[in-house]
């Protein structure tokens, strides 16, 4: 019951987004990302015990903060960027809700990925397109609102000026290198059914979600295409799996 309370409080923050504007709009993406992550640490910790929360926080939230960290002072993977301070306190530079959003749509990337294939290389390669193409739909947004900027983002996808296409690849080398380290932190998981299906709600909300906000509230149409194609590699084939079971 907690796990669809905090799945709730998500979905209520993110409906209320498009509706407010300036300070407010920066106080809904903290608490909605403070939601995701504790809907999905718990859910690790409630399923699959200690040491699987314990892998998650380490891997995502850690290697969140430590690859941003190390992005915005070098540049490397994600390009020439930094954060405006609209987001709240830092650490290291970093705005310390960006890497708990790692952890929170790492989590559901990873358990999408395993309800569509059971193969530990395939199931990584899986979970970080997952998890990478959601930015697709993030980094366009934030940009728009100036909660971060790059400061050469010539070569961009088109229809989304102001992020680098060199973003949207170092997002999927790191969030494949995340995947893997998890499954190896975290161990395979556990035999028997798993009530995983607040994560798989988690994961398809945020994807038809952030097709509607963007293309209909947020005046961001082509990032709404761009995140369709590309989350939906995972998106329609989980929602398909899911609807024939």
């Known amino acids: 019951m907690r796990l669809w309370f905090l799945f709730g409080a998500l979905v209520l923050a993110e409906i209320a987004y498009p509706l407010v504007h300036g300070r407010t709009r920066a106080v809904l993406v903290v608490a909605t990302v403070v939601a995701g992550y504790l809907l999905s640490v718990t859910h690790a910790y409630v399923t699959r015990g200690a040491r699987t929360a314990a892998a998650l926080v380490v891997v995502t939230t850690g290697g969140g903060l430590a690859i941003e960290a190390a992005g915005r002072t070098t540049g490397f993977p994600f390009g020439d960027y930094d954060y405006t301070g609209a987001l709240g306190p830092r650490l290291l530079g970093v705005p310390l809700v960006v890497p708990l959003a790692w952890t929170w749509m790492a989590w559901?990337?990873?358990?999408?990925?395993?309800?569509?294939?059971?193969?530990?290389?395939?199931?990584?390669?899986?979970?970080?397109?997952?998890?990478?193409?959601?930015?697709?739909?993030?980094?366009?947004?934030?940009?728009?609102?100036?909660?971060?900027?790059?400061?050469?983002?010539?070569?961009?996808?088109?229809?989304?000026?102001?992020?680098?296409?060199?973003?949207?690849?170092?997002?999927l080398v790191v969030a494949i290198a995340m995947t893997a380290l998890l499954r190896v932190a975290a161990g395979p998981d556990p035999d028997g059914p798993r009530a995983d299906a607040p994560m798989y709600a988690l994961y398809l909300w945020t994807y038809a979600s952030s097709i509607l906000a963007h293309a209909v509230f947020l005046g961001l149409p082509a990032s709404a295409a761009w995140g369709a194609l590309g989350m939906g590699l995972v998106a329609v084939p989980l929602a398909v799996r899911l609807w024939r079971r």
Do not use: H
Request: aromatic share 12%; net charge positive.
């Open 108 to 171: 559901p990337a990873w358990l999408a990925a395993g309800r569509l294939v059971r193969r530990t290389l395939p199931r990584i390669g899986l979970a970080g397109v997952g998890l990478a193409a959601w930015d697709l739909f993030l980094d366009p947004q934030m940009v728009s609102e100036r909660y971060w900027l790059w400061s050469d983002p010539a070569t961009a996808l088109p229809g989304v000026p102001g992020v680098p296409v060199s973003n949207y690849l170092g997002w």
